[in-house]
């Protein structure tokens, strides 16, 4: 449970990027990975209740979430996997390469015109 | 509406401060461990057999978290090495500041290696970054012989896997090879090691790489960035 402290830098990334004549902001995107180990609800939660009663509040959490995605090193084969089972479904090989799915990033705010 | 695009990294902030230590590391060729596991696992045992071994060979402190008591860095300092305890209090994870924080207790100059024993815990400690050279996950038999399947990012981003308590294999329901298999498909890059702290096997062969690992940190061989297989 560590998505209290997630939600604490993601407050402080928004804050950041927040130019100063805008106090609108409506939603931050956040893209969250299968395998990033984060509960996207909980952290949804975390962030209104640490945002209540700040100027922040009312901010609405969109989660983006990005699928595993691996590639075979042994047959070069490409997919999304539905769990993180680390077998290529193609050739049976183990030895996959993590393209995506480990993502714990805000990628953009949208505000309200001043 | 407009939109402000950031692409940021939420753990930025982690990331830099792990930076920070790695490149401290590096600067005094201090190797450095991230030891992780599920609580009760053997962390702190492992760490009294390989001091046991290792105090009058080479220079090692030790850098405990927990979520209460110094009781690990007790048992730890009973050896007589430097042990720095962290109290997360409620924290499940030691994050990269609060390593930072712990160093200020710790002259690296006068080491060779600076093993830290994480909070007890195959979940959260996986996606920080300390400023480590590599994640030992100690997986116990006693925890059944699935745990890599469950928690597979745990066992992905570490470089070693000890298998503790082997002598109670014929006791409880846990298939070594099993273990290893599991974990190996999910990295197929581990370093495996199988240990008892009650008969002592295995420590011998786990303190022997670790010796050659702070040999090679002390070269200047140390990473200059986590060893890990999608990196």
Known sequence: ??????????????????????????????????????????????????????????????????????????????????????????????????????????SEIEVEDP | MSVITIERKVLEKNEAIARKNRDLFARHGVFVLNMVSSPGS??????????HRL?????????????????????????????????????C??????VHDALANIDLASLDAVIIENVGNLVCPSNYDLGEAMKVVVASTTEGDDKPLKYPAMFRNSSVLIINKTDLVPYVNCSLPALQANALSINPGLTVFQTSCTTDAGIAEWCAWLLEQIRLASQGGASAAPIGIDE
């Open chain 1, 1 to 106: 449970m560590h998505e209290l402290s997630l939600a604490e830098n993601i407050v402080d990334i928004v804050r950041q990027n927040l130019p100063a004549e805008q106090s609108g902001a409506v939603s931050v995107k956040v893209r969250v990975g299968e395998m990033a180990g984060v509960v996207p609800d909980s952290l949804a939660f975390c962030f209104e209740a640490i945002t209540a009663g700040t100027p922040l509040e009312g901010i609405r959490m969109v989660i983006e979430r990005v699928p595993l995605r691996e590639k075979c090193r042994t047959c070069g084969e490409e997919r999304v996997l539905p769990q993180p089972l680390f077998l290529c479904p193609a050739c049976g090989g183990s030895d996959l390469l993590i393209l995506s799915g480990r993502e714990l990033e805000v």
């Open chain 2, 55 to 91: 105090k009058d060979r080479v220079r090692i402190a030790v850098i405990e978290g927990d979520v209460q008591t110094d009781l690990d860095a007790r048992r730890v300092a009973a050896y007589g090495v430097p042990a720095v305890q962290i109290i997360t209090q409620g924290g």
């Open chain 2, 93 to 98: 994870h030691l994050e990269a500041s609060l």
């Open chain 2, 42 to 51: 053997g962390k702190t045992s492992i760490l009294e057999r390989t001091l």
